[in-house]
């Protein structure tokens, strides 16, 4: 008696030796993983990502804190506010020259400075070992009247400015980072953006 197996397959139902009732499944498998390995990637790279910042844009850093970003930067992240009830606010970071800025807001109670130190310690013990201040802490002042203070610093991720605020119970950093020649270039931009930082009521800009 001839014994035909169960999982016997014809040979007209092969194709290159495969069951051919497996083989689209098989290549759906390979075009998904091609998609989400290969082209998304692929296509995120060679897509650039383009959100300059225009003239009178606004960004909120929270519910309560503000600043206007510099027109011909390129917004990487933030959340622009129209001056209507802010909804919308987080961190923001922005772009221009090879010099990256960024700034946060969160709940602080102390003293500018002791934000700073704060700032320091953190830097230092969770993403740069070599972090270091470069000379005291000075004074830097908002257009709002707004007092706080500021470092030059440096580490693996270049040399940078550091500022930090507090407003009411909003301490804000403001960390910017480039080549000594890039931070140049860009100085007067980050002391115009450090210096827009303001508090507005609670959910509206002006």
């Known amino acids: 008696m001839h014994d035909q197996r169960a999982d016997h397959v014809a040979v ?13 499944p098989a290549l759906i498998v390979v075009a ?6 290969v082209v998304i990637p692929l296509v995120d790279r060679l897509v650039p990502w383009d959100d300059p910042v225009g003239a009178g844009d606004v960004l909120a850093l929270s519910d309560s804190v503000v600043f206007s970003p510099e027109p011909g930067w390129n917004i990487e992240a ?3 506010t129209d001056g209507s009830p802010i909804t919308d606010s987080g961190d923001a970071t922005l772009t221009s020259s090879g010099v990256v800025i960024q700034l946060t807001a969160d709940v602080f109670h102390g003293t500018p400075a002791e934000l700073l130190a704060q700032i320091d310690r953190v830097t230092a013990a969770t993403e740069d070992p070599s972090f270091r201040g470069r000379g005291e802490p000075s004074t830097v002042t908002t257009a709002a009247g707004a007092a706080g203070v500021q470092q030059r610093t440096s580490g693996l991720q270049g040399d940078g400015v550091l500022a930090a605020f507090v ?12 080549t000594p020649a890039q931070l140049r ?13 303001r508090e507005v009521s609670t959910g509206a800009a002006r």
């Open 12 to 24: 007209d139902e092969r194709w290159l030796g495969f069951d051919r009732r497996s083989v689209p």
């Open 32 to 37: 998904v993983f091609l998609l989400s390995v």
């Open 78 to 80: 933030g959340f622009r």
């Open 167 to 178: 407003l009411g119970d909003t301490g804000v950093q403001v960390s910017a980072q480039g």
């Open 185 to 197: 270039v860009e100085a007067a931009a980050i002391e115009r953006m450090i210096a827009s930082i």
